[in-house]
Structure formats: structure tokens, C-alpha cells
């Protein structure tokens, strides 16, 4: 069975950092695509950041702030976020796929469920 588990989310001043982390039980994920998305309240599931074997992009809302990375000895994925603002707050999320995966949603196979980000002005 494949399980995502994300953690480091909380609360957290406009300005700070936070690292969200992605565990990954159940296989061997060394070749998959990652991607992160998020949700606010009220809005729909938006792309933030993805990594596959041949790429890596973001969001234009994270693009300088945020870094997307992952350590395949520990199967983990990370979500570095800096110069956090109030339109950050959501909860995010992590996937993956061993296909492309990409900016959109319906690319990824396997999802965590979520760790809530707010960030205070």
C-alpha cells in the first residue's frame, strides 16, 4: 500500500520559513515525479511546485521563495518555503506519480492528506 505523510506545517509569521516534508511507505520512489498543491479556503487546488527526472517548475505566486526537493535514501520529498506572506496560508499537499506528473492535479496517482500552513501578518 502506498502512503504519502506530509508534516511540518504550522503556524508561522509573514516573513518566516517553514519546511513542509513528504514521507513516502510502500515502495521505492526514487523515480517518481513530485509535486506539491495547495488549497485555501473556498479556492481551488493550485500547483506549486513539481520535480521529475527532467524538470522543475513552480508556481509564479512561489517562484524565488520556494524550493522543491527530495531525498531518495530516506524517500522524501521536501517543500522549502521562505519570505512566507498571508496568501500562503492553505493546506498542502504532496503527491506523486511515476509518470510526468506536471503542474496539474490529475497527473499524480498518489496523495497525502494535507498539512495546514497559516501564516500571520
Known amino acids: 500500500q502506498v502512503q504519502l505523510v506530509e508534516s511540518g506545517g504550522g503556524l508561522v509569521q509573514a516573513g518566516g520559513s517553514l519546511r513542509l516534508s513528504c514521507a513516502a511507505t510502500?515502495?521505492?520512489?526514487?523515480?517518481?515525479?513530485m509535486g506539491w498543491f495547495r488549497q485555501a479556503p473556498g479556492k481551488e487546488r493550485e500547483f506549486v511546485a513539481y520535480?521529475?527526472?527532467?524538470?522543475?517548475d513552480y508556481g509564479d505566486s512561489v517562484k524565488g521563495r520556494f524550493t522543491i526537493s527530495r531525498d531518495n535514501a530516506k524517500n522524501t520529498g521536501y517543500l522549502q518555503m521562505n519570505s512566507l506572506k498571508p496568501e500562503d496560508t492553505a493546506v498542502y499537499y504532496c503527491?506523486?506519480?511515476?509518470?510526468?506528473?506536471?503542474?496539474?492535479?490529475?497527473?499524480?496517482?498518489?496523495w497525502g492528506q494535507g498539512t495546514q500552513v497559516t501564516v500571520s501578518s
Open positions: 503527491a506523486m506519480t511515476p509518470s510526468f506528473g506536471g503542474r496539474y492535479a490529475p497527473g499524480y496517482d498518489y
Open positions: 510502500g515502495r521505492t520512489f526514487s523515480h517518481y515525479a
Open positions: 520535480w521529475n527526472s527532467y524538470s522543475t
